[in-house]
């Protein structure tokens, strides 16, 4: 009998040893996820601004396109990012840009204006002022060629 308590109390010590986690296991775990996690944040700075100018240049490319399907069908440019929401009656019921796009640094719609080859377009970037270098940069619709032009 005495020897049937012996193995059930090394049983029992066994079962408490093996039962979870020691507290210095818990504290490396922890500090590997915060490690990990700051390595993620420190990725991720900085992107919300690259989404920024791609948002633009995605808009610009939409609002051009849109442009000259009016042109089609009106034998002009539009004069105002306005008339591309609604345009005038053709018959055909149709709108050329959905909803106004938003410049994502002022929240209010481009600066648009009819140049001599058609619209141009400007976000002045993160500053919101005119010049700028990195995210500040002005963006304009007619440097999305690469020519200088439309």
Known sequence: ??????????????????????????????????????????????????????????????????????KLDHGRFPDSLEELLNPPDTGKGMKYLKNSPIDPWTNEAYYYELGDEGPELVSYGADMAEGGEGFNQDIYSYDLSGTGGR
């Open 1 to 70: 009998m005495q020897a049937d308590m012996q193995v059930g109390a090394e049983t029992r010590r066994t079962r408490r040893t093996e039962a979870g986690f020691s507290l210095i296991e818990l504290i490396v775990v922890i500090t590997i996820i915060g490690i990990l996690a700051t390595a993620v944040v420190m990725n991720l700075q900085g992107r919300d601004e690259d989404a920024k100018v791609a948002k633009v240049k995605g808009d610009f490319t939409t609002i051009i396109g849109s442009a000259d399907l009016f």
